[in-house]
């Protein structure tokens, strides 16, 4: 059983940024995907990003290309999401997630294929 648990959510001014955590407590045998979502109030939880197990491959939603970068320490058991040039759409609770994977460079990016979720850390961007 693994736990997620995210850390540095926060109040941010449009343009700013804001590194979010994930550290990974448990034990498994298995590889794991890490990602994030996000949920908005009134919205469904969407898709942001993803990481492979190897780090070697990333996906990220299409509103967030080019300003959120997804990482990961494996040592450390933790991924982090660089979160740059904010804007006030970017506000939501930001979930992070692990999900089992044979190999060593797949992503996902559906809900369901996340196995394990943390309680999420509140992101608030102001105009």
């Known amino acids: 059983q693994l736990q997620p648990v995210e850390s540095g959510g926060g109040l941010v001014q449009a343009g700013g940024s804001l590194r979010l955590s994930c550290a990974i407590s448990?034990?498994?045998?298995?590889?794991?995907?890490m990602g994030w979502f996000r949920q908005a109030p009134g919205k469904e939880r969407e898709f942001v990003a993803s990481?492979?197990?190897?780090?070697?491959?990333?996906l990220y939603a299409d509103s967030v290309k080019g300003r959120f970068t997804i990482s990961r320490d494996n040592a450390k058991n933790t991924n982090y999401l660089q979160l740059n040039s904010l804007k006030t759409e970017d506000t939501a609770v930001y979930y992070c997630a692990a999900g089992s994977v044979e190999g060593e460079s797949y992503v996902y990016t559906q809900r369901t294929q996340f196995d394990y979720w943390g309680q999420g850390t509140q992101v608030t961007v102001s105009s």
């Open positions: 990481i492979s197990w190897n780090g070697a491959r990333t």
């Open positions: 448990g034990r498994t045998l298995s590889r794991q995907v």
